[in-house]
């Protein structure tokens, strides 16, 4: 549950359209669902603006199944849910259970979207370097975009031939670019150079994509933390999702500093 999934079910009650029976049997479920193996966090949309986030890694599929069925069945008053590192076999299993979710194979994310969040104003732009750093670049896309961002993507412009890079400048610049999620393996350079040209915020995601001295992502991350040019700040090694999460934030506080701005017009 959300803070307007709350307030409209209080003027529900206010106005006698909710019965006190049926929005204590909505608040029940707060603050969390015990379901012995898993305690569902219901209260994290009013606490952070968006639902609890399921890594499917690492579980057993009876106990995914159930998850997102409960969070499928609170979404209608909770917004959507996001489910990420899901393979195919998974999401297949997932999908005959639960009618409804959404894949995207490249993602590997599952989505349920009954009913999507408004766009906020401002554009999150998602770059990456290659096409194998796609998987990476579309976690972060498809975060951001269920987080009720519009989201724009640019691939494959790496350092190996700047040229294409530099043929997307108009876009890259544009006034409504809100931040920027900049995706490389291999020696990770690319955000250096995106931060060097651009005023908006870069978040770096380094991915494991890359021969033996690139161990992992490692060289990337590192490449990345060292970078010269100011303002880039790096999440994990292929860490798509906390990307995603980190610019809907950031592209948050400027859809309330115009709605501010808007404010203190109107009362001139």
Known sequence: MDESALKELLAGVKDDSVSIAEALRRLRDLPFTDLEFAKLDNHRALRNGFPEVVLCEGKQIAHLIAIMQQLCITSVHGGPVLATRASADVARLV???????????????????????????????????????????EEAAVTADIMGNTVERIYDVGVAGLHRLLSH???IT???VSVLIIVAGMEGALPSVVGGLVRVPVIAVPTSVGYGASFGGLAA??????????????????????????????????DVSQMSDFSEKSDI
């Open 169 to 171: 400048m108009d876009r």
């Open 221 to 254: 991350l590192l490449g990345m933390l060292n970078s010269c040019a100011a303002g880039v700040t790096v999440v994990n090694i292929d860490n798509g999702f906390g990307a995603g999460f980190a610019a809907s934030r950031i592209n948050l506080m400027r």
């Open 95 to 137: 999908q005959t259970a639960i009618p409804g979710v959404r894949y995207n194979d490249l993602a590997r994310a599952l989505t349920y979207e009954p009913s999507p969040l408004p766009k906020r104003p401002g554009r999150i732009l998602v770059i990456s370097a290659g096409t194998a750093d796609l998987p990476v670049a």
């Open 174 to 176: 544009a006034p409504d």
